[in-house]
């Protein structure tokens, strides 16, 4: 019985022993410091190298469109000059084929002059004339139109260049190179609005051969040449019969000077082919 009981008790001492053990063990591992983790391996130097070549890369690749942006530039501009020079030939190039136009058309055209014949002088008769329109130039002159005045004039007196009253009219069909056309022509009285035959008296006989009055005839005639440009020729004189300018006379004879300047043998009526 003894000896039962000797074990029972040596059995419950080993078994406290043991669970000593293992709380002391469980206290040890819970106050244990975790060991420090190990640092990470370092990169290798390859990932420097390849880091370095990008930004070589991008640099260069800005170097590039830098270049690239300088060059579409310089491009535009050379561009624009030639744009410039091309222009430049091309309206000297049109320049010279409209002078050149010009040039043929002036030299081809028809070109009008008048001549007033003589006229004779009789007492108690008409004053009348004949005026001739001669092509001095290479081509015909088509369609001639004109209106016509014939008046007698004091001297220092204003020409009347009007051509609503006292006008003669004609129309003809063509006058070639080198030909004239005759028209028939009077002087007019003054005053009514309708051409008048202007009978030769006394005053009239006296004033022309003093040369106080002036046979003057003016007018402006139209024509179309091988062109079809329609030309205008404007044209003032006196009648060569109409006797000698009177210098000593204290009047200026202002009339003759003013039908000078109304001469205008080119004045062309078509603006469009000008402005072309």
Request: one cysteine or more; aromatic letters at 8%; hydrophobic letters at 35%.
């Amino acid at each position: 019985m003894r000896s039962l009981l000797q074990e029972i008790k040596t059995s419950i001492s080993n078994q406290g022993n043991t669970d000593d053990e293992r709380t002391e063990s469980k206290n040890e591992g819970f106050d244990a410091v975790p060991p420090k983790p190990n640092p990470p391996p370092a990169p290798p130097q390859e990932k420097h190298s390849g880091k370095k070549c990008r930004n070589r890369l991008d640099i260069a690749r800005f170097v590039v469109e830098v270049l690239g942006l300088i060059g579409l530039v310089v491009y535009a501009v050379l561009t624009y000059f030639m744009y410039c020079e091309t222009k430049k030939a091309a309206n000297a190039a049109e320049s010279a084929s409209k002078t050149a136009d010009m040039s043929l058309k002036v030299a081809e055209r028809a070109w009008l002059t008048y001549k007033i014949f003589p006229m004779d002088i009789v007492y108690r008769k008409p004053l009348t004339f004949t005026m001739e329109l001669f092509n001095s130039g290479p081509t015909p002159a088509r369609m001639p139109d004109g209106k016509i005045k014939a008046q007698l004039v004091k001297r220092g007196e204003q020409i009347d260049f009007t051509y609503d009253q006292q006008v003669q009219y004609f129309r003809g069909g063509m006058i070639f190179p080198n030909r004239g056309y005759q028209i028939g022509l009077m002087v007019c009285k003054t005053g009514p609005i309708t051409c008048e035959q202007l009978v030769v008296g006394d005053a009239e006989l006296t004033g022309i051969k003093t040369g106080d009055l002036i046979i003057i005839v003016n007018g402006e005639v139209t024509f179309r040449d091988v062109f079809d440009v329609k030309r205008r020729m404007r044209f003032c004189g006196p009648a060569s019969s109409s006797g000698p300018v009177n210098t000593n006379s204290p009047v200026p004879n202002q009339a003759l000077a003013n039908c000078m300047a109304y001469n205008d043998v080119d004045t062309p009526t078509n603006q469009e082919y000008y402005e072309k």
